[in-house]
């Protein structure tokens, strides 16, 4: 158990953190101000105010993250009238830090009363100092000055010109696609990788190599690493497919290979052992695939396999948007525990095809046109560029509200699905 669950800390961080340096690293060079970005969730830990503008957050919840963007739907309201802060001024006469927090004390800070603020267009706060409300005091603040919320982290203020709307539509949209982009990325290099593990990439040949145990009975026989498995009694075998379709029913029957081996054909007579499988009993020889050890084949098969994936990911979508849609067909964070603990049984292998397998899900989904998701950002990036004007604040916070209602209820009832099936069923 204790296996599986920091397995499923590792695998769920990384494709969120994948996600989110997507986003970010997108952000940065579109010129958009990233305020915040978080290694885990919930409660602070550390922080670190790096030199480009953005907070480094490590918080205690070591599943995922984020990136908060200036001026993004999640980037809230900062400064409230009647919040009572402390201002810090710097050699210019302009607020350099404001202290929401009473966490955080700053030496020299005037105490204020807020009454109104504007840290994004003109740059200033005013309010009654030091308790004295005959007086409103108002204070000019600087364009990169920091703000220390509630909870001690101390953040960039977010001005007009460094916000997520007020990139270029180009920009906006690339930083929207990045995300999924970058999941991408990961499932081909991380099936690279699982190719290194494997000691190669299967060859899909007749190609075979014996497996080292005992009781392989291919090896008994006289089967070698790299021959040739070319018929199985008489019927041809012209690739891992048909060979294995081929010796699969002859479990514990006396079996005739035709195999080739530096040009030489011979035949071979073997047994193979009946091993269970999926409540089956097929047969088994003690041979696999033959591995492409070249660094070029291990290199493409991450292109290779992703995109095999890819289409079957497809082709399960849309066998549930075409009237085949059930729950089970779906998968919540409890399914995806459930899985963890399955791929871990396989090893490093194993969690890699997983990680991989999650990773094109992610980018996937999250492509789909639904409001909140970046699919669904993307398609108010696509109207706006054939609108050539973006759609009002309103009606965009109304259409993404309702993406997320949709999220939410679909989560619960996916979330209350896979309890059942894992749990009560």
Do not use: C
Not at 166 to 192: D, K, Q, Y
């Amino acid at each position: 158990m204790i296996k599986t669950i920091i397995t499923f800390i590792i695998v769920f961080g990384i494709l969120v953190i994948v996600h989110e340096f997507g986003h970010f690293y997108f952000a940065k060079r579109g010129g958009i101000l990233v305020r915040e970005f978080s290694i885990g969730m919930g409660p602070k830990l550390v922080y670190h105010r790096g030199k480009d503008g953005t907070t480094y957050t490590l918080r205690l919840l070591p599943v995922g993250g984020y990136v908060r963007m200036a001026g993004a739907e999640d980037d809230e309201e900062e400064l409230k009238p009647g919040t009572p802060v402390s201002l810090f001024i710097g050699e210019h006469d302009r607020v350099e830090r404001i202290n929401t927090s009473k966490k955080s004390t700053l030496f020299n800070g005037i105490p204020l009363e807020v009454t109104a603020t504007d840290l994004e267009n003109e740059l200033w706060i005013e309010g009654y100092e030091n308790g004295d409300e005959s007086a409103v005091k108002r204070y000019a603040v600087d364009h990169d000055a920091t703000i220390i919320e509630s909870d001690g982290t101390e953040l960039r203020i977010a001005p007009k010109d460094v916000q997520f709307p007020s990139a270029s539509l180009g920009r906006r949209l690339m930083t929207n696609f990045a995300g999924p982009m970058n999941n991408v990325l990961l499932a081909i290099v991380t099936f690279m990788l699982m190719s290194v593990a494997q000691g190669g990439v299967a060859t899909g040949t007749n190609q075979v190599q014996v497996a080292s145990s005992p009781v392989s009975v291919a090896q008994t026989a006289g089967v070698k690493t790299n021959d040739k498995i070319v018929a199985v009694n008489g019927k041809a075998t012209k690739d891992w497919t048909a060979l294995s379709q081929a010796i699969q029913p002859l479990a514990n029957k006396q079996t005739t290979l035709t195999i080739q081996r530096d040009g030489k054909t011979q035949k071979l007579t073997v047994t193979p052992k009946g091993e269970k499988s999926n409540g089956k009993t097929v047969g088994m020889i003690g041979i696999t695939q033959a591995k492409d050890k070249n660094v070029g084949a291990i290199l493409l098969s991450g292109f290779t396999q992703t995109w095999t994936m890819t289409k079957l990911l497809f082709g399960a979508l849309w066998h549930m948007v075409s009237g085949h849609f059930s729950l089970n067909d779906l998968g919540g964070p409890v399914a995806i525990f459930a899985t963890t603990s399955q791929a871990t049984q396989f090893g490093l292998v194993g969690i890699l095809n997983f990680l991989a397998f999650l990773s094109l899900n992610l980018a996937i989904v999250n492509l789909l046109p639904i409001p909140a998701l970046d699919g669904g950002k993307i398609l108010l990036n696509l109207i706006e560029a054939v609108r050539r004007k973006p759609l009002s604040e309103n009606v965009e916070a109304g259409i993404t509200l309702v993406g997320v209602a949709f999220l939410v209820l679909l989560m619960l009832l996916v979330t209350w699905n896979d309890i059942e099936r894992y749990f009560i069923r």
